[in-house]
């Protein structure tokens, strides 16, 4: 079963419009953490935000916040006033406990959503 | 500029070179990893190594051949590969490997696109 579920393959938004990519998740470990990242065409993983499973408020990182609701086991990413240089394969993710571990966790990706930023 | 550095960038090699992927991470960070994203597929684990040993391998065959000589430095050493081993790899790393620990995000270097030929 896909632990982690991102069902747009790719987005256009309108530069200086915000916009919401979907992220849905599926564990029954009660602790683990929730992962945005973006990856322009160079490669680089770049790291935008967390949000972890036990947060009672929603993360937030400049124009970057996640719409966490836990009991639909969805982590949306909103991203505020979009720029061109946010055009980008994002990246959900989800780290959760290794199998017979109790502390050593492994971050797993979705397939990624594809945002192009319109001038 | 990340904190992690991957060399080399670009990789073609023959299917019986012998080559590696070298990793550096610069953050003081205790737990280092490997990467592979294939074409239309999500990134998979490979290896994890936290305080310089293996705490996770991921199923990997043994053409990849990890090595973590210290927490700074990780290598990927690669032989007789095939041409579906083409891919973008990708080196992280993170303080420590705890699950629901914010300090605990892994943060990646630019990859190293191989190809196989």
């Known amino acids: 079963a896909q632990k982690i579920t991102q069902t747009q393959p790719g987005m256009f938004v309108q530069e200086k419009e915000a916009v919401t990519l979907d992220c849905t998740y599926d564990t029954s470990d009660p602790s683990y953490g929730l992962f945005w990242y973006k990856q322009p065409s160079s490669g680089e993983m770049i790291f935008l935000i967390y949000q972890g499973s036990y947060d009672q408020q929603n993360a937030t990182e400049g124009r970057y916040s996640l719409n966490f609701q836990k009991a639909r086991k969805s982590a949306n990413l909103v991203i505020s006033a979009s720029q061109l240089g946010d055009s980008a394969m994002y990246f959900c993710a989800m780290r959760e406990r290794l199998h017979g571990s109790s502390n050593t966790g492994k971050l797993i990706f979705g397939q990624g959503t594809t945002l192009q930023v319109k001038p | 500029e990340t904190g992690v550095t991957q060399t080399p960038r670009h990789l073609v090699m023959g299917m019986t070179n012998k080559k590696s992927l070298k990793c550096e991470q610069h953050l003081g960070h205790n737990a280092m990893y490997w990467y592979k994203q294939s074409a239309k597929k999500p990134l998979e684990l490979m290896f994890v190594?936290?305080?310089?040993?293996?705490?996770e391998n991921n199923s990997v065959p043994s053409r990849f051949s990890p090595e973590c000589p210290n927490s700074s430095h990780l290598f990927l050493h690669l032989h007789t590969l095939q041409p579906e081993d083409s891919a973008l790899y990708l080196c992280?790393?993170?303080?420590?490997?705890?699950?629901?620990?914010?300090?605990?995000?892994?943060?990646f270097g630019e990859g190293s696109w191989l190809t196989v030929v």
């Open positions: 992280a790393s993170s303080p420590g490997t705890g699950t629901n620990v914010p300090g605990n995000t892994i943060y």
């Open positions: 190594y936290s305080l310089e040993e293996r705490v």
